[in-house]
């Protein structure tokens, strides 16, 4: 019995998309989410066109570009974004940074410096270690064996792994354009719900006007 139940759950998820958003590809359909201060909204236009925004307090952002829907799955490309480059990021060993610290330098692609928040990673999952807006350059004390760290700023978010278990300085640049690479966006229910900056789903859903 509950196999078979497993299998219609299945079956139901595999629903194809366009049975659950009438009109999708077919004319220009608007999809959004709405507070009294934000406002989120995803145009899907016919020609295989999007239009995203995103309007809350201190932060409007937009970008256009191509979409397509692969199995349930909504996937979205920004025009120009294949020469786009996400994050680069450099590890050294130098030997005025104090034993038992670590060297962060945080920048955009043109050298600007970022605030940002940092999570270091352990073994141990318990002996992580979180730092919240930190401005760069910036030195702090970590503990022994650091395996790599997670570093998130506006719209940019990086997870990296030290390969060179002597470094302790690290360079670190983020794409601070709004752009979107191989977006992939679920529909559940003829609801689209998107993915914040670091990969993560959002906790809210973009619906049909």
């Not at 077919?26 to 009294?36: A, G, Q, Y």
């Not at 600007?112 to 730092?131: G, M, N, P, S, W």
Request: hydrophobic residues 40%.
């Amino acid at each position: 019995m509950a196999r078979i139940v497993l299998l219609i759950a299945i079956a139901l998820l595999n629903i194809d998309v366009t049975a659950q958003v009438a009109g999708l590809g077919e004319k220009d359909l608007t999809f959004s989410f709405s507070t009294n201060e934000s406002r989120v909204e995803l145009v899907l236009n016919k020609n295989s066109v999007f239009d995203y925004y995103i309007k809350a307090p201190f932060v409007r952002k937009a970008t256009s570009g191509k979409w397509k829907v692969i199995d349930n799955a909504l996937i979205l490309n920004s025009f120009n974004s294949e020469n786009e480059v996400k994050q680069k990021v450099v590890e050294n060993y130098n030997p005025e940074v104090s034993k038992r610290k670590c060297s962060f330098d945080v920048t955009n692609m043109k050298g600007k410096h970022l605030t940002f928040d940092i999570r270091v990673l352990y073994a141990k999952e318990a002996d992580e270690q979180v730092h919240n807006g930190l401005s760069s350059p910036v030195i702090f004390e970590v503990k022994q064996g650091v395996n790599g760290f997670i570093i998130e700023s506006v719209f940019s978010h990086v997870e990296y792994y030290i390969t060179d278990k002597k470094a302790n300085d690290f360079t670190v640049q983020l794409n601070d354009k709004f752009i979107f690479q191989n977006e992939k966006w679920l529909f559940y229910q003829g609801k689209i719900r998107p993915r914040n900056f670091n990969g993560k789903p959002t906790k809210y859903y973009l619906t049909v006007e």
